[in-house]
């Protein structure tokens, strides 16, 4: 009797081990994924994720999170600004027309009003891409822009530098005026948050120059 007592608790005591190292095998593999989960959920590449969801459901205000406006839109415009401007002052140096400086001067006094204006526009466009709005037609000969495929970018690179990012993103709508397939952004956390948000379009003044011809 002695025997098969025994013989029953190390068959318990088996069990028992075996559950126990399932047990903490699986709660390792838990703990895997909840901590692989977290670093994800503070990365670029997560914030671009929920910013394309956020426009798709043409939620502007959860959309707006993930972009700062009026940075871009000022980055954007300067970037024009100085496209055009260098554009039109290297026409007027070659055409023989008289009062070439006088042109020159008059654009460069126009510039400043015209970066706002630009501003405007550019901010107004940006707040039409984050809230879903489903076309922004062109007025200077752009092609119809389907801006409800914004919401399917997604990161093909990417480079963290403590709370500052650079990353290139993918998944452009098509068509669009600038003919781009990928372009680059630079990303900032927010302060206090694991979220980032996107904060310069560094790539905007090539992209003039190619537009608009150097």
């Not at 001067?105 to 879903?132: C, D, H, M, T």
Request: hydrophobic letters at 40%; glycine letters at 6%.
């Amino acid at each position: 009797m002695a025997t098969i007592s025994q013989r029953d608790a190390s068959k318990r005591y088996a069990t028992t081990r075996y559950w126990l190292v399932f047990a903490a095998l699986l709660c390792a593999v838990l703990a895997s994924l909840i901590f692989a989960w977290y670093r994800y959920s503070g990365t670029p590449e997560y914030s671009l994720s929920q910013l394309g969801k956020a426009v798709k459901a043409k939620n502007y205000g959860e959309a707006a999170k993930y972009v700062d406006e009026e940075r871009v839109a000022a980055d954007i415009s300067r970037s024009l600004t100085d496209v055009l401007l260098a554009r039109y002052t290297k026409n007027f140096q070659e055409d023989p027309f008289p009062f070439t400086k006088s042109r020159i001067e008059l654009l460069q006094e126009l510039a400043p009003k015209f970066n706002s204006w630009a501003q405007i526009g550019v901010r107004n466009a940006i707040r039409l891409l984050l809230s879903g709005n489903g076309i922004l037609t062109g007025t200077t000969g752009f092609k119809t822009f389907d801006a409800h495929n914004f919401s399917g970018l997604y990161p093909v690179r990417s480079e963290v530098h403590g709370d500052e990012a650079e990353v290139v993103v993918s998944g452009l709508p098509q068509p669009n005026p600038f003919d781009l397939t990928e372009i680059r952004i630079r990303m900032q956390r927010v302060p206090g948050t694991r979220r980032w948000r996107i904060e310069q379009v560094p790539d905007a003044k090539p992209i003039f120059l190619k537009y608009f011809g150097e």
